[in-house]
């Protein structure tokens, strides 16, 4: 075993990507902005059916689902496509493009795991100006928190789960990366305190640099 993980997983959305920015799409669509966190809510909901369904929507099927549900289905249709079609202008946070070179410079590979589809996924990355790879597993439908989901990656990688970390700032998600066998790295800067309905993370960090840099000591300190 060596000392570094053979790929470090970053999740996207509320991770890599705030998701704050779209407040205003939501008001200049006439939707109070304060909506966003039910819309947020609202589609996590149905995500999280869909996974244990095992049913395959796409991410912008529910995304759309969720922002007519909150505003009683009163929604315009242009207002609609504006707000989805914000998720491919979000811009990182401030230390992403850092936390990726780390990585990157401890000769670990980065990729990300993204509910949007390939297309739309690295739209965004462009945008942002992110160098990290798109799995060829994005925009297959399966949900995360489902395990499969995690390993698809892995096995798309050809890295094996326990090999791989997750960086992700959403307790659901380590509990998911868990289950199917990855090391987890959470960041606090969303949550603030881990859920307790979850097993712990192997690692915290306070921004996605200090978890990345936890994630690496824990794989230093595995493979020696």
């Known amino acids: 075993m060596t000392g570094r993980p053979e790929a470090l997983v970053f999740d996207v959305l509320d ?3 705030p998701l704050g920015p779209l407040e205003w799409r939501f008001r200049e669509a006439g939707i109070p902005r304060v909506l966003i966190a039910r819309w947020c809510d609202h589609l996590m909901r149905d995500a999280f059916a869909l996974a244990l369904l095992g049913e ?3 991410f912008e099927d529910v995304a759309r689902g969720a922002l007519r549900a909150i505003t009683g289905h009163q929604i315009a249709p242009a207002a609609e496509d504006a707000i989805v079609a914000g998720l491919t202008r979000l811009e990182p946070r401030r230390e992403a493009a850092e936390a990726l070179s780390l990585a990157r410079d401890a000769g670990v590979r980065t990729v990300v795991a993204s509910p949007l589809d390939e297309a739309g996924t690295r739209s965004l990355l462009e945008h942002a ?3 990290v790879e798109v799995p060829p597993t994005t925009g297959t439908r399966v949900w995360r928190p489902s395990p499969s989901a995690y390993r698809s990656v892995a096995d798309a990688l050809g890295a ?3 090999r791989s970390g997750l960086v992700t700032a959403h307790g659901w998600d380590v509990a998911g990366g868990r289950a199917a066998g990855l090391v987890t790295g959470w960041s606090s800067h969303l949550e603030g305190r881990f859920p ?6 192997h690692v915290r960090g306070h921004d996605l640099v ?3 840099e936890a994630l ?3 794989f230093s300190q595995e493979g020696s």
């Open 15 to 17: 991770t890599l990507f």
């Open 56 to 58: 395959e929507y796409g």
């Open 129 to 131: 100006g992110l160098d």
């Open 160 to 162: 094996g789960p326990g």
């Open 196 to 201: 307790e309905l979850f097993g712990e993370p």
């Open 210 to 212: 200090t978890t990345v």
């Open 216 to 218: 690496l000591v824990y």
